[in-house]
T-cell receptor, first 113, second 111 residues
Framework: EPEVTQTPSHQVTQMGQEVILRCVPI?????FYWYRQILGQKVEFLVS????????KSEIFDDQFSVERPDGSNFTLKIRSTKLEDSAMYFC???????????FGQGTRLTVV | DQQVKQNSPSLSVQEGRISILNCDYT??????FLWYKKYPAEGPTFLIS?????DKNEDGRFTVFLNKSAKHLSLHIVPSQPGDSAVYFC??????????FGKGTSLLVTP
């Protein structure tokens, strides 16, 4: 069964460093998303990406964040200068059409120290 | 702002009985609703969805009911199995791309 894969599973980084979280969405999907879940809190939307551009972003997705689909298969989330409060599980998701279910990856646990 | 609310943080049910998980929403523009199941250290797994033009959708042991006038939906699992023990998230989408999640309900199915 096709699945969304994310790497790495766990990333530890020092405050102020840049991190890139990687995702391979399901191959025939057109819509791509990043969500995050801070420990003990709900899953929060960060950004959606369609047709090679950002289609929607939340207030969390500020100038420190960027997304890219560099080669037609990978979908990355970059955090330019990490802060302690960026520590969370980051989930990539994809969907075939807009009003269909989104399939989530296993997540990357980002720990900023 | 909590647009999607799951007011029960936890629920315990005996194996074979019905599990009912509830979800309320405040945004009348939401028109597509989903339930996800999540195990620790894994991503959310899609279970079942319903669009606002329906009031019920069934898939095997899982049924979702939508009451638009009350802005309420529920997930019924019958019969409950120990493997159903997980955190269940309700999510809703309106005209945009984002899924708005509730905080989740932790379901424990005891043998």
């Amino acid at each position: 069964e096709p699945e969304v894969t994310q790497t790495p599973s766990h990333q530890v980084t020092q405050m102020g460093q840049e991190v890139i979280l990687r995702c391979v969405p399901i191959s025939n999907h057109l819509y791509f998303y990043w969500y995050r879940q801070i420990l003990g809190q709900k899953v929060e939307f960060l950004v959606s990406f369609y047709n090679n551009e950002i289609s929607e972003k939340s207030e969390i997705f500020d100038d420190q964040f960027s997304v890219e689909r560099p080669d037609g298969s990978n979908f990355t989330l970059k955090i330019r200068s990490t802060k302690l409060e960026d520590s969370a599980m980051y989930f990539c998701a994809s969907s075939g059409e807009l009003n269909t279910e989104a399939f989530f990856g296993q997540g990357t646990r980002l720990t900023v120290v | 702002d909590q647009q999607v609310k799951q007011n029960s943080p936890s629920l315990s049910v005996q194996e074979g009985r019905i599990s009912i998980l509830n979800c309320d929403y405040t945004n009348s523009m939401f028109d597509y609703f989903l339930w996800y199941k999540k195990y620790p250290a894994e991503g959310p797994t899609f279970l079942i969805s319903i669009s606002s033009i329906k009031d019920k959708n069934e898939d095997g042991r899982f049924t979702v009911f939508l009451n638009k006038s009350a802005k309420h939906l529920s997930l019924h699992i019958v019969p409950s199995q120990p493997g159903d023990s997980a955190v269940y998230f309700c999510a809703a989408r309106g005209s945009g791309y984002a899924l708005n999640f509730g905080k989740g309900t932790s379901l424990l199915v005891t043998p």
